[in-house]
């Protein structure tokens, strides 16, 4: 069964560092979605990506974040400076399209970001 | 207005119960409303989703239940087993209006006892 794939699993990075998380969304799909998920808390919303171009973001995605499909499987989110509130499970996302009905949303495995 | 607020926030049901989680929502433009499972160091796996069109819709042991009027909806599991103790979240979305963020609950740690 197709599987949304996210690497690494775990990054340790420090306050300020750039951190580059990577994913690989379901063959066919063609949105695709960033999550996080702060430790104990509920999922949120940070980005979505169709045609090339952001379609929605969040207002925790501001300029220090950036979303990137560099070629025809991989799509990465960038975190140009990390603060220590970034520490939080990261959760790629993606769905099949825009046709009437194909809203499910299949996460990957996550990657979980710890800033020091 | 965006919030979706979810109970109870932790769960005990012993195996073979019911186990019922519930979920309310005050944006009327919300049009669909999907259930996931999570369990530890995983991402969110999508179970059962719903439609405002239907009152009720389900999967085996799995059940949504939708009450437009209320603005609530609620995942019911028969039968409840040690294999589903995870943490359950509902979410919503408004794709009719173009939008397919995913707004979610802050969820409910189930735990089926044997």
């Known amino acids: 069964e197709p599987e949304v794939t996210q690497t690494p699993s775990h990054q340790v990075t420090q306050m300020g560092q750039e951190v580059i998380l990577r994913c690989v969304p379901i063959s066919n799909h063609l949105y695709f979605y960033w999550y996080r998920q702060i430790l104990g808390q509920k999922v949120e919303f940070l980005v979505s990506f169709y045609n090339n171009e952001i379609s929605e973001k969040s207002e925790i995605f501001d300029d220090q974040f950036s979303v990137e499909r560099p070629d025809g499987s991989n799509f990465t989110l960038k975190i140009r400076s990390t603060k220590l509130e970034d520490s939080a499970m990261y959760f790629c996302?993606?769905?099949?399209?825009?046709?009437?009905?194909?809203?499910?949303?299949?996460f990957g495995p996550g990657t979980r970001l710890t800033v020091t | 207005q965006q919030q979706v607020k979810q109970s109870p926030q932790s769960l005990i049901v012993q195996k073979g119960g019911i186990s019922i989680i519930n979920c309310a929502y005050e944006?009327?433009?919300?049009?669909?409303f999907p259930w996931y499972q999570q369990f530890p160091g995983k991402g969110p796996a999508l179970l059962i989703a719903i439609r405002p069109d239907v009152s009720e819709k389900k999967e085996g042991r799995f059940t949504i239940s939708f009450n437009k009027s209320a603005k609530q909806f609620s995942l019911h599991i028969m039968d409840s087993q040690p294999g589903d103790s995870a943490t359950y979240f509902c979410a919503a979305s408004t794709p009719g209006a173009g939008s397919y963020q995913l707004t979610f609950g802050k969820g409910t740690k189930l735990s089926v006892i044997p």
């Open positions: 944006n009327t433009a919300f049009d669909y």
């Open positions: 996302a993606s769905s099949e399209g825009l046709i009437a009905g194909d809203y499910e949303q299949y």
